[in-house]
């Protein structure tokens, strides 16, 4: 009896041994590519001027970064955002941002992406093509300028000043809301607008601005995964 017990605690021990070995060998062994799709493993794109090869960690057993690790941010201000910010403004996800980072980088001047956030936020990373455009340089209630919105619409957003118009028409246009008479959309760019994710009210305040400004909706696009979901994909970032 004594000996089969021996056999038996020999024989379970020598299948702990195995499973262990085993396991710390996987756990050591080459990482599995990490695509973006599976048709689709990195894109190549430009972020000033200079190529940046967007993909996902290719760690296997990375994790989000600390910065956007806390789930319990005071609401309000962070206060979860709806997938849906009406008016005919689309909703988007990581694949279609990437498209458009790649269309803009193929000479696309028609799309812009823009990072609606605050520059200390943004100093931390953002996405490749992006450009800083921070929400309360179109919110007149945060200090924007007529000067400055003019500044942002005509010279990054391809609006232009309708014939005649000045910063006073502009200006009494958009407090009485009657933007139309102003500005001129017809060749105004498809935005992709995001800020730090479905916690984050910066890009759908830039948004509200621009459909108050009469920008079309249909030119507005919203990126509400933002850098949360960005950061937990493990997506390339740039600085």
């Not at 020999?10 to 299948?15: E, K, P, Q, R």
């Not at 108050?212 to 979901?229: A, L, N, V, W």
Request: net charge positive.
């Amino acid at each position: 009896m004594k000996l089969v017990k021996i056999l038996t605690a020999l024989t379970v021990m020598a299948g702990l041994t195995l499973t262990a070995t085993s396991a710390q060998a996987g756990s050591h062994g080459k990482a599995k590519p990490v695509g973006i799709t599976p048709s689709m493993a990195s894109v190549m794109v430009k972020h000033n001027g200079h190529d940046v090869k967007l993909e996902r960690n290719q760690n296997n057993k990375a994790v989000v970064i600390p910065a956007f690790a806390k789930t319990s941010r005071p609401c309000p201000p962070f206060c979860i955002q709806p997938i849906s910010l009406g008016g005919g403004v689309q909703t988007i996800g990581e694949v279609e941002v990437i498209n458009y980072a790649k269309k803009m980088s193929d000479g696309d001047k028609s799309i812009l992406i823009v990072d609606s956030r605050t520059p200390d936020w943004v100093a931390k990373g953002t996405i490749p093509t992006a450009v800083n455009v921070s929400w309360v340089e179109l919110t007149p209630k945060k200090g924007a300028t007529t000067e400055g919105i003019i500044k942002v619409m005509t010279g990054q957003f391809g609006v232009k000043l309708k014939a005649g118009k000045d910063d006073v028409d502009v200006d009494e246009a958009i407090a009485g809301g009657d933007t139309a008479s102003v500005f001129d959309f017809s060749g105004a760019k498809t935005l992709v607008m995001f800020c730090n994710g479905m916690w984050c009210g910066q890009s759908p305040a830039s948004i509200a601005a621009l459909r108050k400004f009469g920008y079309p909706t249909s030119k507005i696009k919203y990126y509400r995964g933002g850098m949360q979901d960005w950061a937990i994909l493990g997506l390339t970032t740039v600085k």
